[in-house]
């Protein structure tokens, strides 16, 4: 977890907060802080690295997606089940449709 929070703080200095590489950082951490049950800390870091690439990265991105569905997974243990299916269900549908468009000119 130091580690993470050191990388992050790194990442957000050398290049600013909204950058990839920092997303990255904050996406990694959140994760670890999930697995460590530290939920609500974690879920500050789900959705602000959903939110920030989203704006960066656009809604559709692949990364934008993946965290869709992981601030989904956190959801669900945190227990908030509708908001968990919605994120879940737009993580899935972004990825089915890229599947989709990836066919369509292969």
């Known amino acids: 977890e130091a580690f993470c929070r050191r990388a992050l703080r790194v990442a957000e200095l050398r290049h600013g907060p909204g950058h990839p590489d920092a997303l990255t950082s904050a996406s990694s951490l959140a994760g670890i802080l999930h697995s460590q049950g530290k939920l609500a800390e974690a879920e500050v870091m789900y959705r602000r690295t959903f939110r920030d690439r989203e704006v960066a990265l656009g809604a559709n991105h692949a990364k934008t997606l993946s965290s869709a569905l992981k601030l989904g997974y956190l959801l669900t243990d945190r227990g908030c089940y509708e908001e ?12 089915a449709a890229a599947a989709a468009a990836a066919a369509a000119t292969a």
């Open 84 to 95: 968990a299916v919605t994120h879940c269900r737009r993580a899935y549908s972004g990825r």
